[in-house]
């Protein structure tokens, strides 16, 4: 007797282009994900919408945020695939669950605070009320376990606590959704300029490496990558060369990593050659999703497709957790 998989969910926003930690830091662990989990991933385009952006430009976004993710390997007969405003059952739920968030601890929240900070000129609702919109988008589905990064840490703590609040006051409903990943297959990459930052979407375009890189962008990047003056026998590895290390062992053979390791510390290495070798390797690696991707964006009608179908599967499951919310709460007036 087959047993019912676990619930897994999780979403993307579609602003700014995938980069290489996206895909090592996210996608390829929803790849695995999605051969044991019953998994939901999304294109969150109502969370993108708190920074008002071009409505042309949206819709462009999320066919390829949607496209680069089949391209990285994302399988559609395996996941549920879906755009968030495709779920109406999601803004239903959000409005329910605001009445259990509170502004005190809405204003708390360090990704809330730091808007404010950067953005004084567009503190709007959206914003304020995002972790409860990120909690529903998890809770509707009855997701169990959520694959977050650290910076997320607190959403999903918040996710925890409206599952536990509905729980109590209406009856048990919503199971209380734990952080998930592949411990043995976390990997952080970080920007080529050597400042110890992340790669970012939309920070430093010259010191990230895009899944829609050109070939020549890549050898750019890397050729351009910070290093230091060279290795000195017995001194500690830098961040900046340790991380063209990192991405070596990503993309390159064990054989060309243990070469440009063993130089280091021999105090030869020559790091012109060891970032051309890296800029063929990670050419290598990125075309063929860049490829893929592509032709995705270009074939509108098997996206589309594929979005409906996503749809009409996460709206069943999201439609019978709201009926279950309503009825719990009294909303159901001709029962």
């Keep these: 007797m087959a047993t019912e998989k676990e619930i897994v969910v999780s979403g993307i926003r579609p602003t ?39 409505p042309k430009d949206l819709q462009a976004n999320v066919m390829r945020v949607l496209a680069e993710n089949i391209a990285s390997g994302l399988d559609p007969e395996k996941v549920t695939l879906y755009a968030q405003s495709h779920v109406p059952e999601i803004a239903e739920l959000y409005l329910l669950m605001n009445m259990l968030a509170y502004k005190g601890e809405l204003e708390r929240v360090p990704t809330f605070k730091d808007k404010v900070r950067l953005q004084p000129e567009n503190v ?53 959704p734990v952080a998930f990943n592949y411990g043995d297959n976390l990997v952080r990459i970080l920007s080529l300029d050597g400042k110890g930052g992340k790669m970012s979407k939309s920070e ?23 290093t230091d003056s060279g290795g000195v026998p017995g001194e500690p590895m ?14 390159s053979s064990p054989d060309t990593v243990k070469f440009y390791v063993d130089a ?6 020559r790091y012109g050659d060891m970032k ?19 032709d995705l964006q270009e074939n509108r009608a098997y996206l589309h497709k594929i979005m409906k179908e996503g749809a009409e599967k996460a709206r069943a499951n999201a439609a019978q957790t709201l009926q279950q919310a309503r009825n719990l709460i009294g909303l159901n007036y001709f029962e």
């Design 16 to 54: 700014g282009y995938l980069h290489l930690g996206n895909y090592f830091g996210a996608i390829r662990n929803y790849i695995r994900m999605q051969e044991e989990f019953d998994c939901y991933f999304f294109v969150a385009d109502w969370h993108s919408l708190t920074t008002h952006p071009n």
């Design 124 to 176: 709007n609702a959206g914003l304020l009320t995002y972790p409860v919109l990120m909690s529903v988008d998890i809770l509707i589905q009855r997701a169990v376990k959520v694959p977050v990064g650290k910076d997320q840490g607190q959403h999903l703590e918040m996710a925890r606590n409206f599952a536990q609040r509905f729980n109590e006051r209406y009856g048990e409903l919503f199971p209380e």
């Design 204 to 226: 430093n375009e010259m010191a990230t490496l895009y899944l829609s890189d050109s070939d020549e962008q890549i050898r750019q990047k890397l050729r351009k990558a910070k």
């Design 264 to 269: 280091f510390n021999a105090g030869t290495i």
């Design 238 to 251: 830098p961040e900046s060369v340790a991380n063209l290390i990192v991405l070596m062992e990503l993309v």
């Design 276 to 294: 051309t070798q890296l800029g063929e390797d990670m050419v290598k690696f990125i075309a063929p999703i860049r490829e893929k991707a592509k």
